[in-house]
């Protein structure tokens, strides 16, 4: 391969990852807006969505359904896994945010943590300390476009995360309930005197979020042939990476963050020792912090959150 | 009102139930109710119990307002009995333990100091100054590491090796809290974070230094000196703590060090200092808090005691390995500085060995540690965030309010 065919490889596989990366990336954006909490067990949710998909691709596999329903047994494994996801998301706010919303942040935090390891060991308990197969759909076809081999499953992984994207984008702009979150991130006392209701419109949160994430989760486990139970930790730390470069509560700026913590990444496993590349996003992550807090398209309100 | 606070309880025990079930419920693709079954019913238990307890102690208040809660009373009565029988009595039984104890006991006992001495050093940095710092165990990691190398590598001893381990933990502490001195809450916590995995991950990648995930082996135990002078000259015979109970007794010492010095800074103009940090960083620093460096100090006086305890650690195993130094060690040591009640030396001395000794009565349970102690940290911040014996003055600061309402009232009354 040539260089220009290894740069674009390399850019494909930074655009499949950032994606997947801003998925999640826009689950923390959503939450840390509207509570200002970092949501410790997005990771585990993820991880969680992963799960679900490889026990629903597994047993449609079985009946057959991969070959004969090709494109509906993709649409119910991402349902279901969006849909039980959602749920485990409103479950863990009801259980362990809800009661916190007025009490100091420390507990908050310590709270979520809390619900973040006990979600991590208990899919380990239920799903076993082992990597689980997942079955691989979307088999080896692939386009070559100069020389860079992108596969189907890429190419539908990027479609799909764009979707989701887009379909937020008009979600949070276009509709009534996206006004609310909205105008709840902004100022909550305020929207509770107009009328909007805080705790619906924290759970209509707490169900997108996740689902998104739980998406994402299906997407890595498709792409990387297996999931595991504390593979959501080091996902976590690099979607809030991205959140954070982009500019915490900036729905675009997840997904600009996203991918260039993903390009950050790829590029440096491609040039670099592979084993430095996650010191790599930590430093980016920490740099970030410290000399742009508000993030690349972060308002610059969000400097008072530091 | 009642049955509105019903059907919260109601609506809370459903979502719990959501969490639970599935997650304990399911193994591989069989279900087995039981298990999910029972650990619902427990917290289920607990969360009707303190229902209970508050619908009783709100029918009472209205009668005596000033009840105070079982554990104040029983700290009141602990008070009572001169201090010199209970402190005297406690360090007589740990001394006395590894006479009546067996080495897995012992072993165990030793494990429960390493982390009270870890939770210690966290609660300069927690409960003290209010930083939430996640990769404390980067600290641990230092000072294992740096006796470590110095004892492999130059052959120095343990005590000479300590001091060098303290400035070197002092000096991370410094460079993981410089940069977050701007940062408050979450943002420090994700920080920290990442400065925790990042040490792990050097320690695991830098091969020719630290011997990868292969770790480290062959350390010297910690020594005592005797002087000899049988042989015409003075010389020093060595006597090198090898035997377990040799080792608890160094750890216990380390750890009743800890305690006294834990134990007056938090009395001092510095824990004065942190605990204004952790109440208002504005105010403290119009009051002439000089915030930066007192934060900076939070940071590496924690890490000082953190590195102590790692090369005790270092030096006890005579072995060790990045993996020992993963983030869910940062979350037990956080766990035991919550359950123990954020800012509480007692409270920190009884959760550790709640933490550490209780899962190794139950052996068989053992996978289910990690899970409990996550339930335990969202449990007792829901519940009771001030911890099981808490700080007096984190009691009046998180009660104090309720109670000077009530008191206004009465005095408004009369």
């Given at each position: 391969m040539?260089m220009?065919a290894?740069?674009?490889?390399q850019?494909?596989?930074?655009?499949?990852?950032?994606?997947?990366?801003?998925?999640?990336?826009?689950?923390?954006?959503?939450?840390?807006g509207?509570i200002e909490?970092i949501n410790?067990a997005?990771g585990e949710?993820?991880?969680a969505g992963?799960f679900i998909?490889v026990i629903v691709?597994?047993?449609l596999?079985?009946?057959?359904?991969?070959?004969s329903h090709?494109?509906l047994t993709l649409?119910i494994?991402?349902?279901l896994?969006?849909?039980?996801?959602?749920?485990?998301?409103?479950a863990?706010?009801?259980v362990?945010?809800?009661?916190?919303r007025?009490?100091s942040r420390?507990s908050?935090?310590?709270?979520?943590?809390g619900m973040?390891?006990f979600l991590s060991n208990?899919m380990m308990?239920?799903?076993g300390?082992?990597?689980?197969?997942?079955?691989?759909v979307?088999g080896l076809?692939?386009i070559e476009i100069?020389?860079?081999?992108?596969?189907n499953?890429?190419?539908?992984?990027?479609l799909l995360a764009?979707?989701l994207?887009?379909?937020?984008?008009l979600?949070v702009h276009r509709?009534?309930l996206?006004?609310?979150?909205?105008a709840?991130?902004?100022?909550?006392?305020?929207?509770r005197?107009?009328g909007?209701n805080?705790d619906?419109?924290?759970?209509?949160?707490?169900?997108?979020?996740p689902?998104?994430g739980?998406a994402?989760g299906v997407?890595?486990?498709?792409h990387?042939g297996a999931?595991r139970?504390?593979?959501?930790?080091?996902?976590m730390?690099?979607?809030?990476?991205?959140?954070?470069?982009?500019g915490?509560g900036?729905?675009p700026?997840a997904?600009?963050g996203?991918?260039?913590?993903?390009t950050?990444?790829?590029?440096?496993?491609?040039?670099?020792?592979s084993?430095w590349?996650?010191?790599?996003t930590f430093?980016v992550?920490i740099?970030v912090l410290?000399?742009?807090?508000s993030?690349?398209?972060?308002?610059?309100?969000?400097e008072?959150?530091v | 009102?009642?049955?509105?606070?019903?059907?919260?309880?109601?609506?809370?025990l459903?979502?719990?139930?959501?969490?639970?079930?599935?997650?304990?419920?399911?193994?591989?693709?069989?279900f087995?109710?039981?298990?999910?079954?029972?650990?619902?019913?427990v917290?289920?238990a607990?969360?009707?119990?303190n229902?209970?307890?508050?619908?009783?102690?709100?029918?009472?208040n209205?009668?005596?307002?000033?009840?105070?809660s079982?554990?104040?009373?029983?700290?009141?009565r602990?008070?009572q009995?001169?201090?010199?029988?209970?402190?005297?009595?406690l360090?007589?039984?740990?001394?006395t333990?590894p006479?009546?104890?067996?080495n897995y006991m012992?072993?165990?006992g030793i494990t429960?100091?390493i982390y009270?001495s870890?939770?210690?050093?966290?609660?300069?940095?927690?409960g003290?100054?209010g930083?939430?710092d996640?990769?404390y165990i980067?600290?641990?990691?230092?000072g294992?590491?740096?006796?470590?190398?110095?004892?492999l590598s130059l052959?120095?001893?343990f005590?000479?090796a300590l001091p060098?381990g303290?400035?070197?933990?002092?000096?991370c502490?410094?460079?993981i809290?410089?940069?977050t001195?701007?940062m408050?809450?979450d943002y420090?916590?994700?920080?920290?974070l990442?400065?925790?995995e990042?040490?792990r991950l050097v320690l695991?990648?830098?091969?020719?230094?630290?011997?990868g995930?292969?770790?480290l082996?062959g350390?010297?135990?910690?020594?005592?000196?005797?002087?000899?002078?049988?042989e015409?000259?003075?010389?020093?015979?060595?006597?090198?703590l090898?035997?377990?109970p040799a080792?608890?007794y160094?750890i216990?010492?380390?750890v009743?060090f800890t305690?006294i010095?834990?134990r007056?800074l938090d009395n001092?103009?510095?824990?004065?200092?942190?605990i204004?940090?952790r109440?208002?960083?504005t105010a403290?620093?119009?009051s002439?808090v000089p915030?930066i460096?007192?934060?900076?100090?939070?940071y590496?006086?924690g890490a000082a005691?953190?590195?102590?305890?790692?090369?005790f650690f270092?030096?006890?195993?005579?072995?060790?390995?990045p993996n020992?130094?993963?983030f869910?060690?940062?979350c037990i040591v956080?766990?035991?500085?919550?359950l123990?009640?954020?800012g509480s030396?007692?409270?920190i001395i009884?959760?550790?060995?709640?933490?550490?000794a209780v899962?190794?009565v139950f052996?068989?349970l053992?996978?289910?540690?990690m899970?409990?102690?996550?339930?335990i940290?969202t449990?007792?911040?829901?519940l009771?965030?001030?911890?099981?014996?808490?700080?007096s003055r984190?009691r009046?600061?998180?009660?104090?309010?309720?109670r000077?309402?009530?008191?206004?009232f009465?005095t408004s009354?009369?």
């Amino acid at each position: 391969m040539d260089m220009t065919a290894i740069l674009l490889q390399q850019m494909v596989n930074a655009i499949f990852l950032g994606s997947i990366y801003a998925l999640i990336a826009l689950g923390y954006t959503m939450v840390y807006g509207i509570i200002e909490l970092i949501n410790f067990a997005h990771g585990e949710l993820f991880t969680a969505g992963a799960f679900i998909g490889v026990i629903v691709l597994t047993a449609l596999q079985q009946i057959g359904w991969v070959e004969s329903h090709f494109v509906l047994t993709l649409f119910i494994t991402f349902g279901l896994a969006m849909a039980y996801v959602a749920v485990l998301g409103v479950a863990v706010e009801h259980v362990a945010y809800k009661p916190l919303r007025n009490s100091s942040r420390l507990s908050a935090l310590l709270s979520a943590l809390g619900m973040s390891i006990f979600l991590s060991n208990g899919m380990m308990l239920s799903q076993g300390v082992s990597d689980r197969p997942y079955p691989q759909v979307f088999g080896l076809d692939a386009i070559e476009i100069f020389g860079a081999r992108i596969t189907n499953g890429q190419i539908f992984i990027v479609l799909l995360a764009i979707a989701l994207m887009v379909g937020l984008q008009l979600f949070v702009h276009r509709t009534r309930l996206g006004k609310a979150m909205r105008a709840t991130a902004q100022n909550r006392t305020m929207a509770r005197m107009l009328g909007i209701n805080i705790d619906q419109t924290i759970r209509i949160t707490f169900m997108i979020g996740p689902a998104l994430g739980a998406a994402a989760g299906v997407m890595v486990g498709l792409h990387y042939g297996a999931v595991r139970f504390d593979m959501g930790f080091i996902f976590m730390i690099k979607a809030f990476a991205a959140a954070i470069l982009g500019g915490i509560g900036s729905i675009p700026g997840a997904m600009l963050g996203g991918l260039i913590i993903g390009t950050i990444e790829v590029g440096w496993a491609a040039f670099l020792p592979s084993a430095w590349k996650d010191v790599t996003t930590f430093t980016v992550l920490i740099m970030v912090l410290y000399f742009k807090p508000s993030g690349l398209l972060g308002e610059s309100s969000s400097e008072a959150r530091v | 009102m009642v049955r509105q606070e019903l059907r919260k309880l109601a609506t809370y025990l459903f979502f719990l139930a959501i969490l639970i079930i599935p997650m304990l419920g399911f193994r591989s693709t069989s279900f087995e109710s039981q298990r999910a079954f029972k650990t619902l019913a427990v917290f289920s238990a607990i969360l009707v119990l303190n229902f209970v307890v508050k619908a009783f102690r709100r029918g009472r208040n209205t009668v005596r307002a000033k009840e105070k809660s079982w554990v104040e009373r029983a700290g009141e009565r602990i008070n009572q009995v001169p201090r010199i029988y209970t402190i005297g009595g406690l360090i007589l039984l740990a001394l006395t333990f590894p006479l009546i104890a067996n080495n897995y006991m012992i072993d165990v006992g030793i494990t429960c100091l390493i982390y009270i001495s870890l939770g210690l050093g966290l609660n300069i940095v927690v409960g003290l100054c209010g930083l939430l710092d996640l990769g404390y165990i980067a600290f641990y990691a230092v000072g294992a590491y740096t006796y470590s190398l110095l004892n492999l590598s130059l052959g120095l001893s343990f005590w000479a090796a300590l001091p060098i381990g303290i400035i070197l933990g002092m000096i991370c502490g410094c460079i993981i809290g410089y940069p977050t001195l701007k940062m408050r809450g979450d943002y420090l916590a994700i920080v920290t974070l990442g400065f925790g995995e990042i040490v792990r991950l050097v320690l695991n990648n830098w091969d020719s230094l630290t011997a990868g995930p292969n770790g480290l082996f062959g350390m010297k135990r910690p020594a005592l000196y005797f002087p000899d002078f049988t042989e015409g000259g003075l010389t020093w015979t060595t006597y090198y703590l090898k035997s377990l109970p040799a080792l608890y007794y160094l750890i216990l010492i380390i750890v009743i060090f800890t305690i006294i010095g834990v134990r007056r800074l938090d009395n001092s103009r510095i824990g004065r200092a942190w605990i204004a940090i952790r109440e208002d960083e504005t105010a403290a620093e119009l009051s002439g808090v000089p915030t930066i460096w007192i934060k900076l100090l939070a940071y590496a006086l924690g890490a000082a005691f953190a590195s102590v305890a790692g090369a005790f650690f270092a030096a006890k195993l005579s072995y060790t390995n990045p993996n020992f130094f993963l983030f869910m060690e940062s979350c037990i040591v956080l766990c035991i500085v919550v359950l123990g009640g954020v800012g509480s030396i007692p409270g920190i001395i009884v959760a550790g060995f709640i933490l550490i000794a209780v899962p190794e009565v139950f052996r068989g349970l053992e996978n289910y540690r990690m899970l409990a102690f996550g339930a335990i940290m969202t449990t007792m911040m829901v519940l009771k965030p001030e911890g099981l014996i808490p700080a007096s003055r984190r009691r009046r600061e998180i009660h104090g309010s309720d109670r000077h309402k009530q008191e206004a009232f009465d005095t408004s009354e009369h």
